[in-house]
């Protein structure tokens, strides 16, 4: 089915509805053939209506025969706007119901085929009739309440001049609708992806750009903003740098908003502020959203709703980078290199300096100083999990601060007291009668690590056993020679050649005695062995003249037992200095 064949329909109905409303009679034949040229002119269109397999042409025909006449008659000559805009949309919709249209194309180009041929109609009358002809009683009888009669006494050659000027007005309509057409047949999916596919990348651009421009125009804020894509969203853009200050882009969000678990409630705090000072992640929660453009909405809220949901988190500047500076009592340094840095800045405005980020370190400062009151400060040191080198060197430093009071934190870049005053309160506390006697045992305790090179576990509740076995081995390392006294010894002999002649020459009992002593030591999980000399500075042989005897006696390697008491001089020596023959024999 053509347009030639629902043409002939459409003349001949267009026809009987002017009639009825015309009491005095026209030429039927000429005004017939004037409607028929008209359509039978624009078969050279067709290709715009031809709908092929998608619809049925037959269904459009019964429509128009059985049901179009009064479609029509509303749609030309009823007297209320709404009447004729209803009956037009009627007409369309039964059309594509009628031709079984499925597809969205094939309605689409039903309605077209519909829609030009009550047109073409239409325009007949409208330019053809003037009030003195033909006058087309929709056109004006929204404003009176009675039916118009007009008798038509025009020419042929009236009627000739209007279907010409209708003729080339519908042709350049159709030409319109051709084009328009042929630019959605351009930007058809189909179309697009067959350049695609043959590597015709810029002309999909160049359509691409073409098809953004001409959608643009229909942007509420044209020539301003215009529409884009970006990445799989349509939005608007600026068309300008000017268009940008006019209406700038924004986002308006409503949610709930915390820092931590600090929720904010209270206008008058700048969570932004907030959040900075104590360096917390910004949570917002968003319940809704809308983009604005200066002050009117976007049309396009996609991107808007694209937070609905969902937490937009903020990440505060950070405070400056850490300093080096190093931790003086009066003129003496016991930190050479402590990293300061600001950690927190409390609601008062207190400022909380530490250096907890520096991780190698087991000494913790905090410096707590306020602008507005920078003569009160707050000190506080702590320790964790270091070495008794460590631990000696804090307790000293707390020790001195508590006499001395005159704290310094030196800034080593700008080679200046960063801060520095008078600390009265200084707070130690102690497991031992006093600091005093804490410093001395991590001294014996440092000494004999770094001495005999082994690491000491020292734990909470020290023995009297292990007490006395660190001050016994540290005081060996301290001196070069340890005093005591003795009351007795006893010793093994061997009998031999050597020992029988140094026996021999022994005229007298009194006599210096030395020997070298290997002392196996279990201490606070480090064990480890070292050799002593003693010496007893005055030892007299019991039973000097006995023992000669014996001696004399004896097989070589059968023991004998010796004993020593001291003589006038009950005083001996231990040391870790042994003669090296001595060492040797040990």
Known sequence: MELG???????????????????????????????????????????LCTMAEECDFQGIVEYITQELLADVENRFFAVSVNDRRKAHEEIISKAVAYSKASTTESKKRVSRLIAISLEIVRQFFKKKIAVSDYLLAA?????????????????????????????????????????????GLLYSVENMSQMAATGQYSQVEKNLRKLLAGMSVEHPLYPD??????????????????????????????????AGSHYFNDASINPIDYAYRHQLKLVMSIDEAVKLLGNKPDPIQTEAEQYVGKEIIAIPP?????????????EKTYFDYILLRTEEILDDGTYVIGNREQTNST????????????????????????????????????????QVKDLHIYALNVQKDFIAGIINSVNYETGFNSVADEIDFLKRICAIEDYFNVKLNVSENISEEEYRCVFRVSELIFNDEVDSTWKEASFTGVPGEEFRKQLGDLDTP?????????????????????????????????????????????ADGDPIRIKFTPGEDKSAFDTLHIPEELEQDA
């Open 225 to 258: 903003y215009g529409f884009t894509f970006d990445g799989d969203i349509l939005k608007s853009t600026p068309l300008s740098e000017k268009a940008q200050q006019k209406y700038p882009a924004r986002l308006n969000f409503k949610g709930t908003i915390r």
């Open 5 to 47: 064949l629902v043409g002939d329909y459409i003349a001949g109905l267009g026809l009987d509805a002017a009639k009825q409303h015309m009491e005095s009679k026209i030429d039927e034949h000429k005004l017939k053939c004037a409607l028929k040229e008209y359509i039978e002119s624009e078969r050279k269109y067709n290709d």
């Open 363 to 402: 000494i913790y400062f905090e410096i707590k100083v306020n602008p507005q009151n920078p003569q009160k400060e707050d000190f506080t040191v702590n320790i964790a999990n270091a070495n008794n080198h460590e631990l000696l060197n804090y307790a000293k430093f707390m020790d001195e601060l508590a």
């Open 139 to 183: 056109e004006i009888v929204d404003a009176v309440n009675e039916k118009i009669v007009s008798a038509v006494e025009s020419s042929t050659s009236a009627i000739q001049h209007t279907v010409l000027e209708s003729k080339n007005e519908l042709a350049n309509q159709l030409d319109m609708v051709k084009q328009s057409m042929a630019n």
């Open 510 to 554: 009194i006599v210096m005695l030395s020997y070298v002593e290997i002392c196996d030591v279990n201490l606070f999980g480090a064990e480890f062995e070292f050799k002593y000399m003693r010496t007893y500075r005055c030892a007299v042989m019991q039973e000097l003249d006995r023992i000669k005897q014996l001696v004399s006696c004896l």
């Open 318 to 330: 950070e405070f400056p980078e850490a300093f080096p500076c190093s931790i003086k009592v009066g």
